[in-house]
């Protein structure tokens, strides 16, 4: 596709089990981004991958959240014994190394009950 | 410590025009972005400033004064289709392309 995709576009789990979030960037997009954004707020930043350096891990909020990324392609954002907290929609984004306009995918919804 | 701030919501009406300000508090600065967002959809790039001054990009234009820690969304000639949230966001690191955003401006336009 011409997008970044994400998926699922909706995810509905219980408190304590581990869930998976896929994010496919764009072809050729280097950088890729996650991000959670809460009801009506900001988005909050979580990890950034450029290229082969080592992720920029700093806005992971606990150890529970994990991310990984195959070369330059699939991002998986992993969340361990998901907590009612985690409820939000995360974003994924990609970027062409040094740009700055990010392209963001649909997000995924996750609700934990 | 790092904050942008943004008013919450702003209402306007066809045809005028609105500014939506920002102003911020960060580590480092090496440019400040703005995003829009339609309820439910993906955030999209609107526009980029690193230097100081004014970026005109059609109806929208974008204004950073790196002295003040400020910049602002100008949209000029409203329509409905504008009614989004607004984000601004700023770019920290000159290495990565990670931006910190903004809790966001909700712009609702009326006939």
């Known amino acids: 596709g011409a997008g970044v995709s994400q998926s699922p576009s909706n995810k509905v789990t219980e408190k304590g089990k581990d869930v998976e979030l896929r994010c496919d960037p764009i072809?050729?997009?280097?950088?890729l981004y996650w991000y959670r954004q809460s009801l009506g707020q900001g988005l909050e930043f979580l990890i950034y991958?450029?290229?082969?350096?080592?992720?920029?891990k700093s806005g992971l909020p606990s150890d529970r959240f994990s991310a990984e990324r195959t070369g330059e392609s699939v991002s998986t954002l992993t969340i361990q014994r998901t907590q009612q907290e985690d409820s939000a929609v995360y974003l994924c984004?990609?970027?062409?190394?040094?740009?700055?306009?990010?392209?963001f995918g649909q997000g995924t919804r996750l609700t934990v009950v | 410590g790092q904050s942008l701030e943004q008013p919450s919501e702003v209402t306007a009406v066809e045809g005028a025009i609105v500014q939506i300000n920002c102003t911020y508090q960060?580590?480092?600065?090496?440019?400040l972005s703005w995003y829009q967002q339609h309820d439910g959809g993906a955030p999209t790039f609107l526009s980029y400033?690193?230097?100081?001054g004014l970026e005109e990009t059609g109806r929208f234009s974008s204004f950073l004064s790196r002295s003040d820690s400020y910049g602002y969304l100008l949209l000029q000639e409203l329509q409905m289709k504008d009614s989004a949230s607004y984000f601004c966001?700023?770019?920290?690191?000159?290495?990565?392309?990670?931006?910190?955003f903004g809790p966001g401006t909700r712009l609702s336009v009326l006939p």
């Open positions: 072809s050729g997009h280097t950088a």
């Open positions: 960060t580590s480092g600065f090496y440019g």
């Open positions: 984004a990609s970027s062409l190394g040094g740009s700055v306009e990010a392209f």
């Open positions: 966001a700023v770019r920290e690191d000159n290495y990565g392309q990670n931006f910190v």
């Open positions: 400033n690193a230097l100081d």
């Open positions: 991958f450029q290229g082969n350096s080592a992720p920029d």
